[in-house]
């Protein structure tokens, strides 16, 4: 069973204040992605990865970074956080060609 | 114009009744497409893929309208367990790595 775990469900931060969120798969999956999710916006891909060290921006990449320093685990990186980050933020990991993806449980962010 | 564009509901249903959604994509490349369900504050989970002969899975049933540029999602018999968010995926091919797109969802209340 494919197991994605993130590494808190909720989170309060202060504005200005650096975010790690991490993300580990267990499935040796090539493919990691990182969404927010928003009311009335859907997902919204932030970054993916297709290796290790390698990254791609998604399609809301402004005020975040990602890492990916081995196969299993992908970070999501805040460098300041600011109010309009407040969101849930999804991690998803699928083997090639990105059919399926297998999300993990979500981390509700709050930045205030 | 989104690339992909759904009907955010809520369908509220009653038990029994079949309810069909629709699924609209901008681009005519795009090569793959998929049904997520989502339940209330849960990951979403990957329901079923949708092929060019449409598929089948015990009640529901997806088809792809290439022509149209749609997809749907039909459930028969629509059970209080259905209700859910369902999403719209679609994939295509950009620069040699698989571009997925998710739709907001569309809410499906099933009522007693």
């Known amino acids: 069973d494919v197991k994605v775990t993130q590494s808190s469900r909720y989170l309060v931060k202060r504005t200005g204040e650096k975010v790690f969120l991490e993300c580990v798969q267990d499935?040796?999956?090539?493919?990691m992605f990182w969404y927010r999710q928003d009311p009335g916006l859907g997902l919204r891909l932030i970054y993916f990865s297709y290796d290790v060290k390698m990254k791609e921006k998604g399609d809301i990449p402004e005020g975040y970074s990602v890492s990916r320093e081995k196969k299993e685990r992908f970070s999501l990186i805040l460098e300041s956080a600011s109010t309009n980050q407040t969101s849930m933020y999804l991690c998803a990991s699928s083997p090639p060609p990105a059919y399926e993806q297998y999300f993990g449980p979500g981390t509700r962010l709050t930045v205030t | 114009r989104k690339e992909v564009e759904q009907d955010p509901g809520p369908f509220n249903v009653p038990e029994g009744a079949t309810v069909a959604f629709n699924c609209t994509y901008s681009?005519?490349?795009?090569?793959?497409f998929f049904w997520y369900r989502q339940d209330c504050r849960k990951e979403p989970k990957l329901l079923m893929s949708?092929?060019?002969s449409g598929n089948e899975d015990g009640r529901f049933t997806a088809q792809l309208n290439r022509a149209s540029q749609y997809i749907s999602l039909l459930i028969r018999d629509s059970k209080l367990s259905d209700s859910a968010t369902y999403l719209c995926v679609v994939n295509k091919n950009s620069g040699g790595y698989q571009k997925v797109t998710f739709g907001i969802g569309t809410k499906l209340q099933v009522i007693p």
């Open positions: 681009n005519s490349a795009s090569q793959s």
């Open positions: 499935m040796d999956h090539e493919n």
């Open positions: 949708v092929y060019s």
